[in-house]
């Protein structure tokens, strides 16, 4: 088996706990429907100020 299928199957069992004989049935597209990184927010004006006024740079001499 490659690397990169029992990576894959680690995941599933530990991380999803998928048993093995259902990862083995699970059409590609839901494999990756399951496995993708979740869409990350955007940071929006409001939000960047909000975090330059928390930290503030610092001036340096």
């Known amino acids: 088996m490659k ?3 029992r ?3 680690r995941l599933a069992a530990l991380g999803l706990g998928i048993p ?5 049935r699970l059409p590609l597209a839901e ?3 399951l496995t993708e990184a ?3 927010s955007v940071l929006n ?3 960047l ?3 330059i006024a928390r930290f503030p ?3 340096i001499r």
């Open 20 to 24: 093995p004989e259902a990862f083995w």
């Open 57 to 59: 740079d610092e001036e």
């Open 7 to 9: 990576a894959a199957l």
């Open 49 to 51: 100020d909000a975090l």
């Open 3 to 5: 690397a990169h299928w």
């Open 38 to 40: 979740p869409a990350a």
């Open 45 to 47: 004006r409001a939000a």
């Open 31 to 33: 494999w990756r429907a």
